[in-house]
């Protein structure tokens, strides 16, 4: 009887109220749980983590002179700031300028990018739903390469590279033959792109193995051929996937020193390499060293910060890049 | 394709990008029309398909450039496509299956037995060889890259103090930060500043930790020093001082390790039930008591994966000793000697893959362990 009495509008209030009687419970509950000793050490941890790189940033932006005179920490004291230390860096020449060297870092890491995702794709939606004889035999040769140590490949590939290739004396490949072609990235797209397929079929083909079979066997049924479920099906939904490892390797391949300090020469270092150089050559200019630490890592940050879901999924994905 | 590469490296180095991108679409664009047309029935069809498969590999010796001595790779490489079409056409999945799944694993399959099988084996057997490759040698290269004058077991003890404290105060840390900011406010916040140095690259984070660490007579510039002074000590010169300036450098990893092993606790912190946690605090557990057999049983296999992981990692490091004491001062591991080995004149062909064979050895237990662990999830044990 009492139900029936009560209209539409005031159960909506009623419901409403409790859920908020439910939030205020939870926020509670966590409010019990959550502890001022444990904040107290979290904040001073974060500090901790944050000082060394604040520190420099603000040196970046103080006058040449006062950064090897006085410490970053007077800058608050005595404020003097300039934006002159990342013009000149820019300029900075050792064997190619810094400005060039983060054009070299965008034109290695573009292509190294965007060629391994195009061919693990292909090799991993076969993996996932072609069956072949020697199927799980070659998936896991892929998956045991994925471990190997790079370092183990360096120097037989560089030798491949600029050598070729000679079996019981004949020559069976030339080489590349860049020896004096100094502008050339071809070696090191190559490098990266063979570097980065172990993990990038792994990770995509979990993801691709997991799409629904009944899907699959739709798009079958209908008359799809393998190329247009590649297409239309599986490009579309393994987006995600493919987005998180693309970040995982723009953030590996722009933030790598191996593989450019082999692969990689006079004037077409990455800044990476630069600036592991300028440390040795000019280890106490630090007008020099500040600003051309945050030029290097200004674009993975801006990747962290802009997409840091999808990074966190590639992390949680792909703990084992070797 | 070296012509093509060459052309390439004379323009300037920003063109480059579309026209390698370009190159590489035409390339994946003719494999994907293949794909697309190759089960198909029909005359036509057919003969497209024994067109493909002689010239393709042909054309693919041609283009990687063969020698003249060499040339007779072209006609094998032609005979063999047309093997691979003879099988093609008995092929299970009907005609041109086969070679429609080749086409697919191709690509992939042969840059990794190119560019990493080959290498490995090469490798392999170069440790065993003198440096110009041509007399077998035994275990030479190992004793010569072991032995005092080369910093050979400064290096091994080095690495083995890296792999043993890197991930376990990284780890820790960033358990007891994801313990701590799960019952703080603003955890979203506060996980970003332990997070951002994982985006940060190992010469980026070097360089900061150098200026950190700077060493100055007189008045300081470096924090650290700084605050030495402030409580009244002398200054230190961190990187130069063995075997202190080995904690120095292992703190910088731990610096940009921490905020990894952080993401992947937390992600399994969130994981553990709420009730297990009400109940140990109903029996009346203290938060501690609570942390130690509620939280850690709970992710204890996340626990091992984040340890292993950060062992991996600590073993390869190269880029933090390269951008900061260069081996100098007892600071050599076998990473960075190993790239050493590959930088000088002439080239040590022999002693530098001793070196990398050492460092896979090393690296080995911890992979078999790893593997065991992913086959043993992918079985659902």
Do not use: C
């Given at each position: 009887m009492i139900a029936t009495d009560i209209d539409p509008r005031s159960a909506r209030r009623v419901e409403k109220a409790t859920r908020r009687a439910e939030t205020m419970a939870f926020n509670d509950s966590k409010k019990r749980l959550s502890s001022k000793g444990a904040t107290i050490a979290a904040v001073v941890i974060a500090v901790l983590w944050t000082i060394p790189t604040f520190g420099l940033f603000v040196t970046s932006f103080r006058q040449p002179a006062d950064i090897n005179t006085s410490g970053w920490w007077t800058f608050f004291t005595h404020p003097d700031a300039t934006f002159s230390n990342y013009i000149n860096t820019l300029n900075f020449n050792d064997t190619e300028t810094v400005g060039q060297s983060f054009v070299n870092s965008l034109v290695i890491v573009i292509p190294a990018t965007l060629i391994p995702i195009s061919l693990a794709l292909l090799a991993a939606y076969a993996f996932a739903w072609i069956d072949f004889r020697g199927k799980n035999l070659l998936f896991v040769g892929v998956f045991s390469l994925q471990v190997v140590p790079i370092q183990v490949a360096l120097v037989p590939l560089l030798s491949l590279f600029s050598n070729g290739?000679?079996?019981?004396?004949?020559?069976?490949?030339?080489?590349?033959?860049?020896?004096?072609?100094?502008?050339?990235?071809?070696?090191?797209?190559?490098?990266?792109?063979?570097?980065?397929?172990?993990?990038?079929?792994?990770?995509?083909?979990?993801?691709?193995?997991?799409?629904?079979?009944?899907?699959?066997?739709?798009?079958?049924?209908?008359?799809?051929?393998?190329?247009?479920?590649?297409?239309?099906?599986?490009?579309?939904?393994?987006?995600?996937?493919?987005?998180?490892?693309?970040?995982?390797q723009f953030l590996w391949v722009w933030n790598d020193l191996l593989v450019a300090t082999i692969f990689s020469s006079g004037n077409n270092f990455p800044i990476t390499k630069l600036l592991t150089d300028l440390a040795g050559t000019y280890g106490q200019q630090w007008y020099l060293l500040s600003a051309g630490t945050f030029l290097a890592i200004i674009a993975p940050l801006v990747v962290f910060f802009s997409l840091q879901r999808y990074f966190v999924r590639g992390l949680l994905a792909g703990a084992t890049k070797g | 394709?070296?012509?093509?590469?060459?052309?390439?490296?004379?323009?300037?180095?920003?063109?480059?990008?579309?026209?390698?991108?370009?190159?590489?679409?035409?390339?994946?664009?003719?494999?994907?029309?293949?794909?697309?047309?190759?089960?198909?029935?029909?005359?036509?069809?057919t003969i497209m398909r024994l067109v493909v498969a002689v010239a393709v590999p042909?054309?693919?010796?041609?283009?990687?450039?063969?020698?003249?001595?060499?040339?007779?790779?072209?006609?094998?490489?032609?005979?063999?496509?047309?093997?691979?079409?003879?099988?093609?056409?008995?092929?299970?999945?009907?005609?041109?299956?086969?070679?429609?799944?080749?086409?697919?694993?191709?690509?992939?399959?042969?840059?990794?037995?190119?560019?990493?099988?080959?290498?490995?084996?090469?490798?392999?057997?170069?440790?065993?060889?003198?440096n110009d490759g041509s007399k077998f040698v035994g275990l030479a290269n190992f004793i010569y890259v072991l032995a005092p004058t080369n910093q050979g077991l400064t290096a091994v003890l080095n690495q083995i103090i890296w792999v043993v404290i890197t991930p376990i105060l990284?780890?820790?840390?960033?358990?007891?930060?994801?313990?701590?900011?799960?019952?703080?406010?603003?955890?979203?916040?506060?996980?970003?500043?332990?997070?951002?140095?994982?985006?940060?690259?190992?010469?980026?984070?070097?360089?900061?930790?150098?200026?950190?660490?700077?060493?100055?007579?007189?008045?300081?510039?470096?924090?650290?020093?700084?605050?030495?002074?402030?409580?009244?000590?002398?200054?230190?010169?961190?990187?130069?001082?063995?075997?202190?300036?080995?904690?120095?450098?292992?703190?910088?990893?731990?610096?940009?390790?921490?905020?990894?092993a952080m993401v992947l606790l937390s992600a399994a912190i969130k994981g553990i039930p709420e009730e297990q946690m009400e109940a140990a605090e109903l029996d009346g557990a203290?938060?501690?008591?609570?942390?130690?057999?509620?939280?850690?049983?709970?992710?204890?296999?996340?626990?091992?994966?984040?340890?292993?992981?950060?062992?991996?990692?600590?073993?390869?490091?190269?880029?933090?000793?390269?951008?900061?004491?260069?081996?100098?001062?007892?600071?050599?591991?076998?990473?960075?000697?190993?790239?050493?080995?590959?930088q000088i004149l002439p080239p040590q062909d022999g002693t530098s893959s001793a070196e990398a064979v050492l460092?896979?050895?090393?690296?080995?237990?911890?992979?078999?362990?790893?593997?065991?662990n992913i086959r043993k999830q992918r079985l659902g044990l």
């Open positions: 290739l000679t079996i019981g004396g004949w020559a069976v490949f030339p080489g590349l033959n860049l020896n004096n072609a100094d502008g050339s990235f071809a070696r090191i797209w190559i490098a990266h792109t063979i570097f980065a397929l172990p993990l990038a079929i792994f990770l995509l083909h979990n993801f691709i193995a997991a799409l629904p079979n009944d899907i699959m066997e739709a798009a079958k049924i209908d008359g799809a051929s393998h190329g247009q479920i590649f297409f239309r099906i599986v490009l579309p939904l393994a987006r995600p996937a493919i987005a998180s490892f693309a970040i995982l | 394709m070296s012509a093509f590469f060459q052309w390439l490296a004379n323009l300037p180095s920003l063109a480059q990008i579309p026209v390698i991108l370009v190159a590489f679409g035409v390339v994946v664009a003719l494999i994907l029309f293949f794909i697309e047309l190759a089960p198909r029935a029909g005359r036509g069809y042909a054309i693919i010796v041609l283009i990687l450039g063969v020698y003249n001595d060499a040339i007779w790779l072209v006609p094998l490489a032609a005979v063999l496509g047309a093997g691979l079409f003879l099988l093609d056409r008995r092929a299970r999945g009907g005609k041109g299956s086969m070679l429609q799944l080749i086409t697919f694993m191709a690509p992939a399959v042969l840059l990794l037995a190119i560019g990493l099988l080959y290498p490995m084996i090469q490798t392999i057997f170069s440790a065993f060889f003198s990284a780890t820790a840390i960033g358990l007891a930060y994801a313990v701590f900011i799960d019952k703080s406010r603003g955890e979203k916040v506060l996980k970003v500043f332990v997070f951002m140095p994982v985006a940060i690259s190992f010469v980026g984070a070097s360089i900061i930790f150098k200026f950190f660490y700077d060493y100055q007579q007189g008045s300081q510039i470096g924090l650290l020093n700084q605050i030495v002074v402030w409580f009244g000590g002398q200054p230190v010169n961190w990187l130069q001082t063995s075997p202190l300036n080995i904690a120095m450098l292992i703190i910088v990893l731990i610096w940009t390790q921490t905020g990894f203290g938060a501690f008591q609570r942390f130690r057999n509620v939280t850690v049983p709970g992710i204890r296999p996340t626990i091992i994966v984040t340890w292993i992981t950060i062992a991996i990692v600590s073993l390869k490091v190269y880029d933090i000793i390269a951008a900061t004491t260069q081996g100098q001062n007892n600071t050599a591991v076998i990473s960075y000697q190993m790239v050493r080995l590959t460092l896979f050895i090393l690296i080995t237990p911890f992979l078999i362990y790893n593997a065991n």
